[in-house]
C-alpha cells in the first residue's frame, strides 16, 4: 500500500542554520514527489516536485530536496533558514489516481 | 487573480444543518479535488474529478457530494452535518491528474 511517512512532527532550528526535512515514501513504482508548505489560516503552497530525471531538484524560497530511489526517501533541504520560513511542512506521494500525505513537518525558527 | 478560489472561507452552523462549498479555478486545469485536513492537520483526499467525472471516491460518508458543474468548478454539498466534520476543506487544481496541485485557501467548517 502507498504510504509516506514524515518522522519528524517538530523541528526547531536558528534562524541562520541549515535544514532537512525527511520524507520517506512507500509505492510500487517510482511515485511523482512533492514538497508543500502551509502557514497558518494560509492553503498549501508548492515548494517543489519531483517526476523524473535528475534526483536533485530546486524549488522556490531557496529551498532543493533530493531523490533517493535506495533508500525510498525525498528529504527538503535548505541551506540557511529565515524566521519567514516557520511553517508546516508537508510531502505529497502521488501515483495512478492515489494521492497521500504524510503527516507534516512544523518547523519553529529562532532568532 | 486567485486561482483557486473558495467559498465561504468560514462556515459555522448548527449539527443536522446542510451546507455547499463552492470552488472555482480559473487555471484551465482539468484535474480537480477536494481535501479534509482535520485538527490535527493530516491531509486526505475525499473526491478528485478529471474532465467533470468522478476519478477518486475515497471512503467518505455519502452525506458528501462532489458536484462538478464545469472543469473549472467543483462544490461539495454536505448533507446532515455532525461534529465531526469540523475541520478545514480545501479544494485543488491540477493540469493532469499526476500534475502539481494547486490549493485554495481553504474554508474553516465548524459545527456547534
Known amino acids: 500500500a502507498q504510504s509516506v511517512t514524515q518522522p519528524d512532527i517538530h523541528i526547531t532550528v536558528s534562524e541562520g542554520a541549515s535544514l532537512e526535512l525527511r520524507c520517506n515514501y512507500s509505492?510500487?513504482?517510482?511515485?511523482?514527489l512533492f514538497w508543500y508548505v502551509q502557514s497558518p489560516g494560509q492553503g498549501l503552497q508548492l515548494l517543489l516536485k519531483y517526476f523524473s530525471g535528475d534526483t536533485l531538484v530546486q524549488g522556490i524560497k531557496g529551498f532543493e530536496a533530493e531523490f533517493k530511489r535506495s533508500q525510498s526517501s525525498f528529504n527538503l533541504r535548505k541551506p540557511s533558514v529565515h524566521w519567514s520560513d516557520a511553517a508546516e511542512y508537508f510531502c505529497l506521494s502521488s501515483g495512478t489516481y492515489k494521492y497521500i500525505f504524510g503527516t507534516g513537518t512544523r518547523l519553529k525558527v529562532l532568532a | 487573480d486567485t486561482a483557486v478560489s473558495q467559498t465561504p472561507k468560514y462556515l459555522v452552523t448548527q449539527m443536522g444543518n446542510d451546507k455547499s462549498i463552492k470552488c472555482e479555478q480559473n487555471?484551465?486545469?482539468?484535474?480537480m479535488y477536494w481535501y479534509k485536513q482535520d485538527s490535527k492537520k493530516f491531509l486526505k483526499i475525499m473526491f478528485s474529478y478529471n474532465n467533470k467525472e468522478l476519478i477518486i471516491n475515497e471512503t467518505v460518508p455519502n452525506r458528501f457530494s462532489p458536484k462538478s458543474p464545469d472543469k473549472a468548478h467543483l462544490n461539495l454539498h454536505i448533507n446532515s452535518l455532525e461534529l465531526g466534520d469540523s475541520a478545514v476543506y480545501f479544494c485543488?487544481?491540477?493540469?493532469?491528474?499526476?500534475?502539481?496541485?494547486?490549493f485554495g485557501d481553504g474554508t474553516r467548517l465548524s459545527i456547534l
Open positions: 509505492y510500487g513504482a517510482t511515485p511523482y
Open positions: 487555471l484551465g486545469h482539468d484535474t
Open positions: 485543488a487544481s491540477s493540469q493532469d491528474s499526476q500534475g502539481p496541485q494547486h
